[in-house]
């Protein structure tokens, strides 16, 4: 089989020792990358119910069977582990360069277990392994982190996966990034990684796999580069990456505001595509051999917030968590907020989310201003921001009670504050509004990772015959639009493909902004990539296979961790009318409706339709019978 190393580094950290698994190709074909990697391991070595924060937790950072080839979109780094925001099985994607380099040092996956006595990074080069010491580097920001290590091993082209401060100090929604400005953002995966006294992985090789038809994949990124790049999408993404997503949002009235009071927000043209683009958007960045660069760099060098660009620039969901949810419309201030949660590594959507539930329990009497420092935390208070996520980073004062995330402070503080958080199963929702795409709902709901909005495509590229979601998603079996706001066994089903569809991508470390139906590179040359790359006759139903059996293994994980049908669930926010623009006394999602359609997601997945655990046959069917026993 080509595309692959057939080796999978294994870490103990206690003993500072490491072994290496060797799998052959029916294991890849099975597994494919990424979850599915982690998911055997954890199933495999990691007993239920242990703290996330324990030596026994297990730490993957995997990449795939295709990842590493010059084709378009396929850079992505998944890191899984037992979450500390969720409990449960936790994931997280990033892209960059990280990911293809460790493929070139020899390895196609490292699976971490134990703790250091004091901190230590992983030096990986042409299959060569050292535990380096990382005392000089503990409690220091990303940017000087990367820099000391690049100096110490002398080579500038080290591809360096790290955590900074925030992880360090286990906030529960820390997190890891790879060369500054590529995240493994949600989950806590960070926190993990901080709790075992691992302050970076460093990696450098220079033979790349073999590869079974280089020619055709880099045809397929050249017709991504030419003719994909004339498809709407891509071409925006492209112009003004996810920024665009601001106004669009506003004007139809679903951009979340004010911790989700409100759905239009005044300050929005400060904060539009256009408005970042023509003032401190400095240009654009990509990852390995991809050819949208979709990533968007700021950059300020006058006033009190300088920014610098080497830590990229927020996202459409960043914006909003720390914009508009928080009533900011200054880019200077959500731009060096961004930075600050960057260069600390922690999650911009819990941070943006709890500092909100924390803004509405200070309008609503239930944190006085003592309880916050000395800060007054309304609304719009640019520099409290700043201060707060300081505070957190550092466990100070009130930033350690918010460090834990919302759910856990809703918790401490009481008095029914447990109304201003908005989350499922642990970890905070991101800024899309379910009330005007229910499938975005089931996502939140039903994603064994928490709320998460990338669990598959949104509704609106189904809405209609000529959508391009519809067009170009009939191999999957989906022939029909469906209306975005349909509650109906037809959401249901097109929720599954995409879910499973979904699954898979991040199983082959596939952006889905590369692919269809979010991106430009159509179903049929996914598979012509995936077996010019392997050599491997491999058909879409082996991969959606595939996909499946990881969404079934993440399933049973959570079973083990004592999840349930009670744990898939909707923020209470969307089952009530919006209050403002204009949609205001409308749009409330059906409760009935929605957890029918919950509970027929599970009859059509082969899962116990009351209690939504995998059946045994469903897990035989899925050919990972051994998770039963």
Excluded at 115 to 129: R, S, T
Excluded at 172 to 190: A, M, P, S, V
Excluded at 274 to 294: L, M, V, Y
Aim: hydrophobic share 35%; net charge negative.
């Amino acid at each position: 089989m080509k595309g692959v190393n057939g080796k999978i580094l294994k870490i103990d950290l206690s003993n500072q020792e490491y072994s290496i698994d060797r799998h052959g190709e029916n294991f890849y074909r099975k597994y494919v990358g990424g979850r599915g990697f982690a998911l055997y391991y954890m199933h495999k070595e990691l007993a239920p119910n242990i703290d996330p924060f324990s030596p026994d937790n297990i730490l993957v950072f995997a990449t795939s069977i295709i990842v590493g080839a010059p084709g378009p979109a396929i850079p992505r780094l998944v890191v899984c582990s037992k979450s500390p925001l969720t409990g449960g099985f936790g994931e997280s994607e990033a892209g960059g360069f990280w990911a293809p380099e460790l493929k070139n040092a020899g390895y196609d996956a490292v699976v971490i277990k134990g703790k250091a006595d004091k901190p230590v990074y992983l030096w990986i080069k042409n299959g060569k392994v050292e535990f380096r010491e990382a005392d000089k580097l503990w409690g220091k920001e990303t940017g000087e982190v990367q820099d000391l290590i690049r100096e110490e091993l002398e080579d500038e082209k080290i591809r360096v996966a790290q955590i900074g401060p925030g992880s360090e100090n286990l906030v529960k929604y820390g997190n890891i990034t790879n060369d500054l400005g590529h995240f493994n953002g949600r989950n806590g995966l960070g926190a993990v990684m901080g709790s075992k006294n691992l302050k970076a992985i460093a990696v450098r090789g220079s033979k790349s796999v073999e590869l079974a038809d280089k020619e055709k994949i880099i045809e397929i990124n050249r017709w991504t580069a030419k003719e994909g790049m004339k498809i709407p999408l891509a071409k925006t993404l492209n112009d003004v990456g996810t920024w665009v997503s601001v106004s669009a949002n506003n004007e139809t009235g679903v951009l979340p505001t004010r911790n989700w009071n409100k759905g239009t927000f005044s300050g929005a043209d400060e904060i539009s595509a256009e408005s970042w683009k023509n003032t401190i958007g400095k240009n654009s960045k990509g990852c390995f051999a991809c050819p949208i660069r979709c990533k968007r760099v700021v950059e300020v060098t006058e006033g009190p917030h300088k920014v610098n660009p080497k830590y990229g620039g927020p996202e459409f969901e960043t914006v909003c968590a720390l914009g508009s949810i928080l009533e900011i419309n200054s880019r200077e201030v959500i731009a060096k907020a961004n930075e600050l949660c960057n260069k600390y590594t922690i999650d911009t959507i819990s941070t943006g989310m709890t500092i909100g539930f924390a803004m509405e329990c200070y309008e609503n009497g239930l944190l006085s201003k003592k309880d916050c420092d000395g800060l007054e935390l309304n609304f719009g208070n640019q520099d409290a921001v700043l201060t707060l996520i300081e505070k957190i980073v550092r466990r100070e004062g009130i930033g350690d009670l918010l460090a834990d995330g919302s759910l856990r402070a809703a918790k401490k503080i009481g008095q029914g504050s447990e109304k201003f958080i908005h989350q499922v199963k642990g970890q905070e929702i991101p800024m899309h509004d379910p009330r005007v795409k229910t499938g975005v709902g089931l996502q939140y709901a039903l994603a064994d990772y928490g709320a998460d909005h990338m669990n598959a495509a949104h509704d609106s590229f189904f809405a209609n015959e000529d959508s391009y979601g519809t067009k170009t998603t009939k191999p999957l079996g989906i022939y029909e639009s469906v209306d975005p706001l349909s509650m109906e066994a037809d959401k249901v089903r097109l929720f599954i493909n995409l879910d499973i569809y979904w699954a898979l991508l991040d199983m082959l470390g596939a952006c889905c902004f590369g692919f269809a139906p979010r991106g430009p590179v159509p179903l049929n040359m996914l598979v012509e990539l995936i077996q010019a790359v392997t050599g491997l006759d491999i058909s879409l139903k082996e991969l959606m296979d595939a996909g499946e059996r990881s969404i079934d293994m993440a399933r049973a994980f959570n079973i083990k961790e004592g999840f349930s049908s009670e744990d898939d669930v909707l923020p209470e926010k969307f089952f009530e009318d919006f209050n403002d623009g204009p949609l205001q006394g409308q749009g409330s999602i059906d409760r009935d409706k929605f957890y029918e359609a919950v509970k027929l997601r599970y009859e059509m997945m082969g899962w116990d339709p009351e209690t939504g655990k995998p059946k045994k046959s469903k897990l035989i069917k899925s050919g990972v019978s051994w998770i039963s026993d």
